[in-house]
T-cell receptor, first 110, second 107 residues
């Protein structure tokens, strides 16, 4: 049972480059989330989705975009990468209650 | 004011000790409460849900005080393997995380 799968696990970007972090879940969960976690800090919500075709901003959406064309997939797009976006990114999904997390994507912007 | 606030610690305790810490939340309409555990550089994993009447799971006890808007976690008979960061999570339709409380259990 795969659960929540994130790719890539590691990536180094140059300032101004763009990339997409992929997230897919096989549990048929309606709710999906993207969080970022800076070193020594808690998780901050970037975007979330309550179902296919519906997305909304979290606490820190600037510099990111998302889409939710299917229940399974919730990609996070970084446009014009900046050093402030260096972080660990976690995708998560749930129905009610427990959040299931992917293993994280460690992004460095130089 | 942050939605969820935790004492960051660190709590440095010997094996076998009891350690307890709290988390406060600002949204009185919050419906669900959880404690997650996060090991260094890993994804958070659910430790336990927190129910209004309080609940135990082995050596872990969680309490919820809606009137004062806080939840607590108590760890009895600490083990080395309990060393981790404990995240308080408060939920309505989205989940808000505290910054975490770091616990280190020493031999």
């Amino acid at each position: 049972n795969a659960g929540v799968t994130q790719t890539p696990k590691f990536r180094i970007l140059k300032i101004g480059q763009s990339m997409t972090l992929q997230c897919t879940q096989d549990m048929n969960h309606n709710y999906m989330y993207w969080y970022r976690q800076d070193p020594g800090m808690g998780l901050k919500l970037i975007y979330y989705s309550v179902g296919a075709g519906i997305t909304d901003k979290g606490e820190v959406p600037n510099g990111y975009n998302v889409s939710r064309s299917t229940t399974e997939d919730f990609p996070l797009r970084l446009e014009l990468a900046a050093p402030s976006q260096t972080s660990v990114y976690f995708c998560a999904s749930r129905v009610v209650g427990e959040l299931f997390f992917g293993e994280g994507s460690r992004l460095t912007v130089l | 004011r942050k939605e969820v606030e935790q004492d960051p610690g660190p709590f440095n305790v010997p094996e076998g000790a009891t350690v307890a810490f709290n988390c406060t939340y600002s949204n009185s309409a919050s419906q669900s409460f959880f404690w997650y555990r996060q090991d260094c550089r890993k994804e958070p994993k659910l430790l336990m849900s927190v129910y209004s009447s309080g609940n135990e799971d082995g050596r872990f006890t969680a309490q919820l005080n809606r009137a004062s808007q806080y939840i607590s976690l108590l760890i009895r008979d600490s083990k080395l393997s309990d060393s981790a960061t404990y995240l308080c999570v408060v939920s309505d339709y989205k989940l808000s995380f505290g910054a975490g409380t770091t616990v280190t259990v020493r031999a």
